[in-house]
């Protein structure tokens, strides 16, 4: 049979961004995902920046994405209530989605229903001739061999043997092929459990004086929280439930009715779609790569939805991996680079899991304030706040200290990596020591290129979008001669400030380095390099890369660039 280069299991969004992102590079592609329809029900909302930037380089349009996604000012907010009908407690802005972030990204973050999100991923794959695509067909065991992996592949009538070279595991969250593999999760498994009940219903009315998108639930008869996909028409509540003292199964439609009807807390009709059982956990699998195959977003790790993390982590692993599977399959690196996916990608995913859970945490917080600490009076202490929620002194200041839950814009931008694949990178902070709030652009080896608004070709674009996804770049400094003629020399997208674009600032006062010093960037847009004093440029640029991609220096394909 013939070799397959790279097989996807899962068609979720990180499943869809991989094979995508591989075709990117030229790489062929089979996606499969046992499913044989995708889901209706919202699930993850929150597509922020950097997954819309990925999205753009791939040809997905991320200003169509953001104009399916709800408005700013519908979207915009957090609200702390007793019902969705009040009394309101208090309110933060929901991450940057205003036009200050367009000076750090060309697309703010969108509140999408995942499905939407996942509706122009399909819509992509079925113009890509790169990527076969099937649904209703399951990955059931895997064999490797020295050389590749063979896949067995059980759809509703039949089963076939698929022989490919690598194989990414994109199976979400109960990832049956990361369970073959033996490799364990680290970290609690079910820290609550949650009944999803997605409802439609026009509450435009009802919440204009308050719209938002997320709505925390206080109110002692009721709890939750409510999400609105959009106002006018979908809508999900997360109920807490106990498994111990109610069993998932009996949420039926009859049970879920009125827990929707009390937290909505009018008379409202709406229509229940779907009903599904959840645990919140906090897991990162001890390694991400077990001979060829390799695990990807939510089979990767698991995180809390408080931050909205998981789905936007997803999506850079497989920007990572793709470009990295693709040299490797060019024979323009070797395999070890492949090793440098987990020695990046773990790191960020333990820093966002760590900041959901600290989330998840400060949310506790507000029911002291709001139940006080004599549990047989807490609906004697909470009627007096739900009247006057004034009358708490603390209440500001436990609200105000849920602010960083909604603001992760330094988790979602700022990440960096330290790893084979980068030289001199900066070392890593721990998760603890990362403002996740304050989002400085750097031009350090490990960070991901600043985005600039520059003069293009008479044109105002980012600096981004000037950049070739599918290898690597050499930015160079207006009078960096010596590196961009090696860069051109050996077949490199170069781009020379002052020439290809002008910039508002000064080479050097971005980028600390001299006019002749210039940047090595990576397919998936990190910096991989800084160059100064252009000694010997064309040997060292090579050195270079040959390092970077694993490959002895006089081992390195012209083409490997």
Avoid at 187 to 198: F, S, V
Avoid at 240 to 261: G, Y
Avoid at 294 to 300: E, I, K, M, N, S
Avoid at 510 to 524: E, I, K, M, S
Wanted: aromatic letters at 8%; a negative charge; glycine letters at 8%.
């Amino acid at each position: 049979m013939s070799r397959l280069p790279v097989l996807v299991v899962g068609a979720g969004p990180v499943g869809c961004l991989a094979a995508l992102l591989l075709a990117r590079q030229g790489i062929v592609s089979h996606l499969v995902d046992r499913r044989p329809l995708p889901s209706s029900a919202p699930r993850a909302h929150a597509v922020n920046p950097r997954t819309l930037e990925i999205c753009e380089s791939i040809g997905v349009s991320a200003a169509a994405l953001r104009r399916a996604g709800a408005s700013a000012n519908d979207a915009g907010f957090v609200r702390f209530m007793g019902t969705l009908s009040g009394p309101e407690f208090g309110s933060l802005p929901y991450e940057r989605q205003d036009d200050a972030a367009l000076a750090y990204t060309p697309f703010p973050l969108t509140n999408i229903p995942q499905s939407k999100f996942e509706a122009a991923l399909f819509e992509a794959l079925a113009a890509e001739p790169l990527v076969s695509f099937q649904r209703g067909v399951a990955c059931t065991s895997l064999e490797e061999h020295p050389d590749g992996v063979v896949a067995t592949l059980t759809g509703k009538n039949e089963t076939a043997r698929l022989d490919c070279s690598y194989v990414v595991a994109a199976d979400g969250a109960g990832s049956r092929l990361r369970d073959a593999l033996g490799i364990a999760m680290e970290g609690p498994e079910a820290l609550q459990h949650y009944i999803m009940i997605h409802f439609e219903a026009d509450l435009r009315s009802a919440t204009a004086p308050r719209p938002g998108v997320l709505y925390f639930l206080f109110d002692p008869a009721t709890s939750g929280v409510i999400i609105a996909y959009d106002r006018a028409g979908t809508w999900v509540l997360m109920h807490p439930c106990d498994p111990a003292v109610a069993s998932p199964e009996r949420f039926d439609e009859a049970k879920c009715r009125p827990l929707v009807a009390a937290a909505i807390g009018g008379d409202t009709s709406f229509t229940i779609r779907n009903i599904s059982p959840w645990a919140m956990s906090a897991q990162i699998a001890e390694h991400y790569r077990k001979g060829r195959v390799f695990l990807a977003g939510d089979a990767a790790h698991r995180f809390p939805p408080t931050g909205g993390l998981g789905l936007n982590t997803g999506a850079v692993d497989a920007q990572n991996l793709a470009w990295k599977l693709a040299a490797v399959l060019k024979g323009e690196a070797g395999e070890a680079l492949l090793d440098t996916y987990e020695t990046e990608r773990r790191p960020v995913a333990i820093a966002n899991s760590e900041q959901s859970l600290t989330n998840a945490a400060k949310l506790f917080d507000l029911f002291g304030v709001l139940y006080g600490a004599d549990p047989e009076r807490m609906m004697e202490h909470y009627g007096v706040l739900a009247v006057d929620p004034a009358a708490s002194a603390e209440l500001p200041a436990a609200i105000e200290a849920q602010r960083p839950h909604f603001d992760s814009f330094n988790l979602q931008l700022g990440y960096r990596y330290n790893s084979a694949a980068l030289a001199d990178a900066p070392p890593l902070l721990a998760a603890s020591e990362i403002d996740i709030t304050n989002y400085e652009p750097s031009w350090d080896v490990g960070a991901h290129l600043p985005h600039r608004w520059v003069v293009s070709g008479g044109e105002k674009v980012s600096l981004l979008s000037l950049r070739d996804p599918a290898r690597f770049m050499l930015l160079a400094g207006p009078a960096a001669t010596a590196w961009a003629s090696a860069a051109r020399a050996q077949g490199m997208q170069c781009l020379v400030a002052g020439q290809d674009f002008t910039d508002s600032e000064d080479w050097r006062a971005l980028t600390g380095l001299a006019d002749a010093g210039a940047l090595l960037v990576r397919p998936d847009g990190h910096i991989a390099c800084r160059f100064s004093a252009p000694i010997e440029a064309p040997r060292e640029l090579q050195r270079r890369m040959a390092l970077l991609l694993g490959l002895p220096a006089l081992a390195l394909p012209a083409h490997a660039i």
